[in-house]
């Protein structure tokens, strides 16, 4: 049987290789889980079970696999020491899954602290729009690789919107284009189809605008969908390769 474990830190860095000289590929944020496939004295090679993604991460202390009961739903959550606002210990990102232990006035429990109860949903609950919270990442900064309120990269804003609502979705673009079978035109392009480029990926708010993690204003922005096709074209030399409906 399979030995799965589970990230209990924030976000952890995973890289290319066993450096961190080599690329950030992608991270996992609190409750990500994965399994070993090489171990040495200060790296450790896993597969991520949500994406299957491989990579190094540090090798530190990582439990043994947590089933989660409940996921964040705003872009970043305080945690607590206590069951009340006075001492914050830590902040986890939207998406993170935690398994709730105990509960009292408004608060949840779980391995790290104490978070309000509103800032989390049940594990199964589904968003009738999968991308209804999208704005919440606006002006977040880019970074590749990343895929918190840290800093996020354009293929990681569509596959964390995803994830919340239990949906597969590989992590990198040129495998997300892949993925969604069902073909759209620019003409007929509506809200929440995503736009795909050569490495890069955005996501429809209405027939005019997108919403994207866009390296070269080092954020999440919104912008109009038809100069945001001039502008790749123009900067990039790129064309849209894909539109897709979820």
């Given at each position: ?46 597969k991520i079970k949500e994406d299957n993604y491989i990579g190094f991460v540090h090798n530190k202390y990582y439990k043994t696999y947590i089933k989660p009961t409940h996921k964040i739903n705003i872009l970043k959550a305080k ?29 949840l429990k779980f391995e790290k602290g104490w978070i309000d109860q509103n800032e989390a949903k049940l594990i199964s609950f589904k968003e009738k729009n999968p991308f209804k919270k999208i704005h919440i990442f606006k002006n ?107």
């Amino acid at each position: 049987m399979t030995k799965f474990f589970t990230n209990t830190y924030p976000v952890i860095n995973l890289y290319k290789k066993s450096s961190v000289k080599s690329e950030l590929v992608t991270q996992m944020i609190y409750g990500d889980s994965f399994r070993i496939l090489k171990k040495t004295y200060k790296w450790l090679k896993i597969k991520i079970k949500e994406d299957n993604y491989i990579g190094f991460v540090h090798n530190k202390y990582y439990k043994t696999y947590i089933k989660p009961t409940h996921k964040i739903n705003i872009l970043k959550a305080k945690v607590y020491k206590s069951p009340n606002k006075r001492k914050k210990i830590n902040i986890i990102s939207y998406g993170s899954k935690i398994r709730v232990i105990a509960k009292k006035s408004k608060f949840l429990k779980f391995e790290k602290g104490w978070i309000d109860q509103n800032e989390a949903k049940l594990i199964s609950f589904k968003e009738k729009n999968p991308f209804k919270k999208i704005h919440i990442f606006k002006n977040i900064k880019y970074k590749w690789g990343g895929k918190s309120f840290r800093g996020i990269d354009c293929s990681a804003l569509v596959q964390v919107f995803l994830n919340f609502n239990n949906r597969y979705c590989p992590r990198d673009a040129k495998d997300q284009v892949r993925f969604f079978k069902k073909n759209v035109k620019l003409k007929s392009i509506k809200k929440n189809d995503i736009i795909f480029w050569k490495g890069h990926v955005a996501i429809a708010l209405s027939k005019n605008k997108l919403i994207h993690a866009y390296g070269p204003m080092k954020k999440t922005v919104i912008m109009r969908i038809d100069q945001t096709i001039k502008r790749i074209q123009k900067t990039a030399n790129l064309k849209v390769i894909g539109i897709k409906r979820i």
